[in-house]
């Protein structure tokens, strides 16, 4: 069985009745829960309202890096991410790629993600694009010791992953693992530690080789497990084993199909 440990349903272009048909799609395949991350608090509720009905949907809270005209304060975050049906505090992060000139304000905001994710004891949802000295830096002035969390959609370098992995961080791996274009990715796929891996979607986006140009959406994680499996020389099963266990081992609040 498989897990997506990183979607955003409520971003998927689709009515009601075709996310019940997309979720149900995902399930025949064998994915049997879905993480829903929020990118902003003030849209929170009404993305948990859309995910609610589904047992096998978690949910997460936090605003995106590339997302700061939704800032809230450290108040508003810490009373969301205080919620029971929150499993995770995210995803933050740092985007200096997209958007360097919001570095100041991203930066507060990472900061104050991290001092909620502590408070709350809660794990960490990161996003992180061309800040990887910031990043791990902050994460290291921050964090709590206990607290955890994953680098979702990681692009970013062995080094990187190693660093994460030493502050007991996880590493999620997107459909962008499939792409030509990925080669220097799928390297350091290679290299991280099968029990550090999480595999994800980031529906509606990125939708992995042989459905690029589609939106993407959390049954196409079956094609990222396979693809990882192969360059790992691992069977698709035992991939999924170990990805599946891992999400549970982090988001620990997320009841399992055979706690359900």
Known sequence: MFVDSHCHLDRLKMNDSQLIDTLNFARNRGVEHFLCVSVSVKDFDEMY??????????????????????????QALLQKAAKPQVVAVGETGLDYFY???????QQQSFIDHIKVANAVEKPLIIHTRDAREDTISMLKQYKAPATQGVLHCFTESLEMAQAAIAMDFYISISGIVTFNSASDLQEVVKAIPLERLLIETDSPWLAPVPHRGKQNQPGYVVEVAEFVANLKGISVAELAKATTENFYRLFSRV????QV
């Open 255 to 258: 009841k399992s199909s055979a």
């Open 49 to 74: 309202a859309k995910v609610s009905q589904f047992d096998d949907v978690s949910v997460s809270c936090g605003v995106h890096p590339l997302h700061q005209e939704d800032a809230c304060t450290y």
């Open 99 to 105: 958007s360097a000139d919001t570095k100041e304000i």
